[in-house]
């Protein structure tokens, strides 16, 4: 699998529903993703999880945003043509302007060392699922 490799000033956005439906996402995720903004709108925002990335990465995720905290991570994502990108992931719980619960997403490129680091811990949490 190809892995796409963020650039220092890749910046990458999306807007999500209480459920994780996505509501938004920026040209900077669209183009890393490898999906029309079409595409993604509508969708879980799941469709880019990768299978290497463990349960519990998202349930840490899903539980510190319900509590309206705000979460980060490194992600591994899979690209629509089959391959993969890291990011460093804060996500934010807001309320939306028709007073719903909503997750602002920004992602940017972790460094080398980060990734090597989340893919060997990664590994290990995928074991004891």
């Known amino acids: 699998m190809n892995e796409t490799i963020l650039d220092e ?5 999306s807007e ?22 079409d ?12 299978r290497d990335m463990p349960k519990a990465a998202f349930k840490s995720l899903w539980d510190t945003v319900q509590r309206g905290e705000i979460w980060t991570g490194y992600v591994k994502n899979a690209t629509k043509s089959g ?12 309320e939306t302007c028709d007073g719903g619960k909503g997750y ?6 972790p460094s080398r060392a980060e ?9 290990v949490w995928k074991l004891q699922e």
């Open 83 to 94: 391959g993969y990108y890291w990011v460093y992931a804060t996500v934010y719980p807001f």
């Open 115 to 123: 990734i090597e680091e989340h893919e060997a811990l990664y590994k």
């Open 9 to 13: 000033y890749s910046f990458l956005v």
């Open 16 to 37: 999500t529903d209480s459920k994780g439906i996505i509501n938004f996402a920026n040209d900077d995720f669209c183009k890393i993703a490898g999906y029309t903004i």
């Open 104 to 109: 602002l997403s920004c992602r940017r490129k």
């Open 39 to 50: 595409e993604l709108v509508g969708q879980p925002h799941s469709m880019v999880r990768h």
